[in-house]
């Protein structure tokens, strides 16, 4: 069922003299119009609650209160404990409570439900439902789009349009006559003071893999069929162990590979597919899949690129016909642990004997093009930047001196987001957990991987669940020793001999076979080459990027031009490193989708396949 949301701020308004006619039932009143809501109401206070909680019946028990449907659960939980409370929900939820003159909406953790889009006057569940507006007329806003165009996405609160807002996952928007106001759910400072008492490894393991067979208890809960994404790794062959251990039915995964990949994680997916008797498929991606960037957009909103993207809506499309009542996912898991320690444990020893301020001198230095070609010069500023800036989403789109000289501009401005990150620390330990938070679990969870994924699956109709993304989990690795989920000191993490997800790596490792466990890791992203690898293809996308409404917003469009030339340079020849080359193609697929959004949203052009704009 389609579900949609839409609402104004003034509650004396009505919501049908605001939209475009025939959006809305002509005898429509009240500020609001929605559907697959569920409701509750108290009084002249309204709750809409769009959910799928696996925690209900513990919430039930400790309210001692039966509810008609979870909308009325859920205002109970809130009048009681108050916005907090909402803390307790294990599982994905939008909540928007109407009171007089106050419209708070809350979203879940990771925000795994509905985005909540909104202006001074209106809010909405949809990026495109905020054309359905008669008063609403889509401008850039150029904050975002070089944000876009530099980390591949725009953290929320911002967005791609001008005067419009979007709420953070795990955040509270409280819209009141005094303006908004944004509080967190779940804050730094929690974890930062969490008590880590320490455990011995065989009770950490047992407890650790308790909470995960619990996780995927509650979310196959009565299903008799069960889907689950394979690649070849510990996330997803640890969802796949486990629940073979709670789940006696049938198991369907499904896998992605790559043509022509000599990486290829397909033979090792097969291999854990027949351990643990699943029925298993495949689907190989060509590069054709870049057909779809149009539909792609779409449902992402604001202007999104990421290395994982189109495999998701590979794997997405692929189960989409299924009818599975549940597709789980191993979406988050290095995450939640803390990735990257390497780059985290260097950064540490970097600031602690004095060599932060050489880094950061050679980092705007490097920001030229003597350091954009693929050679050593820049393997080194690409390694520098990694150790330099492990609190911040890693840039393999445009550097500044590109965007610069994309947009004719003395200096590119800085995203909001930078604002919230500290440049201060007194230990290691307080770096990983600045990090685990800020980066780990603020963007990369939040903003890329949970939010692709949840988006994506929502296209398809699929009910897919990160068994990893789990609340109790969430809690009880917030409490563990770090050593535990990074095993390792400064030194060995530092010459890259530190174990991440070290009780997870624990449990599962003895479950999986032997091939699995002792290869190298290739990770959960397409080699974007693929994309680009048809010279007619690519000829036809440089013709309709240098046309586009887009190009001719810029004021110096020589930039394209040289920037073309390069790309189609470097696909004639043989490259030096991958990492150059995945820079490049990251690069050339935010420029086409930037100029795909420019027509689609503020030009206004109806969707189709990418070759309907190459055309």
């Known amino acids: 069922m389609k579900t949609f949301f839409y609402g104004l701020f003034s509650q004396a308004g009505q919501i049908s003299g605001k939209l475009i006619p025939g959006q809305v039932p002509a005898d429509l009143t009240g500020s609001v119009f929605c559907n697959g809501y569920e409701t509750a109401v108290r009084g002249n206070r309204q709750l809409y609650l769009h959910s799928r909680i696996y925690n209900m019946k513990e919430i039930e028990q400790r309210l001692s ?39 708070t909406i809350i979203r879940d953790r990771n925000g795994e439900d509905r985005m909540i889009y909104f202006t ?28 876009f165009l530099k980390i591949g996405y725009i953290p929320a609160p911002g967005t791609s349009l001008a005067g419009v807002s979007k709420i953070p996952a795990g955040e509270i928007l409280v819209a009141s006559a005094d303006g908004f106001k944004f509080e967190k759910l ?31 208890r509650q979310r196959i809960a009565g299903c008799e069929t069960v889907g689950a994404l394979l690649s070849g790794g510990y996330d997803s062959g640890g969802n796949i162990a486990m629940l073979r251990e709670v789940f006696p039915g049938t198991i369907k995964t499904y896998s992605i590979g790559f043509k022509d990949n000599p990486a290829s994680e397909l033979p090792y997916a097969k291999m854990m597919a027949e351990k643990f008797g699943a029925e298993h498929h495949e689907y190989i991606m060509d590069g054709t899949e870049i057909e779809f960037l149009p539909d792609l957009i779409d449902y992402m909103g604001d202007p999104f690129s990421e290395s994982g993207f189109m495999l998701n809506h590979s794997a997405m499309k692929m189960v989409g016909g299924e009818n599975l009542p549940v597709i789980i996912g191993g979406d988050g898991n290095d995450q939640y642990f803390g990735a990257g320690i390497r780059e985290t444990a ?34 080194i500023h690409f390694q520098n930047q990694k150790i ?37 620390f007194n230990s290691y330990e307080e770096l990983f957990l ?46 563990l020793p770090i050593n535990l989920r990074a095993k390792g000191t400064v030194k060995e993490s530092m010459k890259g001999k530190g174990v991440t997800k070290y009780i997870h790596k624990q449990l599962v490792k003895p479950m999986l076979p032997d091939a ?20 007619q293809r690519r000829e036809k996308i440089y013709k309709y990027v240098r046309n586009s409404a887009f190009a001719k917003s810029l004021k110096n469009t020589g930039f394209l031009d040289e920037f073309f030339s390069q790309y189609e ?47």
């Open 516 to 535: 699995v466990t002792n290869r190298p890791k290739q990770g959960g992203f397409s080699p974007l080459e693929i994309f680009f690898n048809n010279k």
């Open 120 to 147: 001074k006057d209106f809010f909405t569940d949809s990026y495109q439902g905020l054309t359905s507006f008669s008063e609403f007329t889509a401008k850039p806003d150029l904050t975002g789009i070089t944000t």
């Open 434 to 479: 600045q990090r685990n938070y800020y980066l780990h679990l603020q963007h990369s969870v939040n903003e890329v991987i949970i939010f692709k994924a949840s988006r994506l699956s929502e296209q398809f109709g699929v009910n897919l669940a990160f068994s990893y993304t789990d609340l109790g989990l969430y809690d009880f690795l917030q409490h």
């Open 346 to 379: 260097l950064h540490y020893k970097m600031q602690r004997i004095g060599l932060k301020p050489f880094s950061v001198l050679f980092d705007k230095l490097s920001d030229n093009s003597f350091f954009d070609h693929d050679n050593l010069s820049f393997r």
């Open 186 to 216: 779940f804050g730094y400072d929690e974890i930062l003071n969490a008590g880590r008492k320490e455990i011995g490894l065989k009770d950490a393991i047992d407890q650790y893999s308790e909470l995960l067979k619990n996780s995927l």
């Open 65 to 103: 209160f039966t509810p008609g449907n979870s909308a009325e659960l859920v205002f109970e939980l809130l009048d009681r404990e108050g916005l907090k409370a909402l803390r307790l929900m294990n599982g994905k939820f939008t909540v928007i409570l109407r009171e007089p003159g106050c419209t």
């Open 569 to 615: 340079a470097l696909a004639a020849g043989k490259s030096y490193w991958f990492w150059y080359k995945q820079v490049k193609s990251n690069q050339m697929l935010n420029i086409l989708i930037i100029a795909l959004w420019w027509d689609k949203v503020i030009e206004g052009k109806k969707t189709g396949k990418l070759s309907d704009y190459l055309a």
């Open 388 to 424: 330099l800036k492990v609190m911040e989403p890693e840039t393999f789109g445009f550097h500044d001196y590109q965007l610069k000289r994309m947009f004719d501009m003395k200096n590119i401005p800085e995203h909001p987001y930078l604002n919230d990150i500290p440049s201060h």
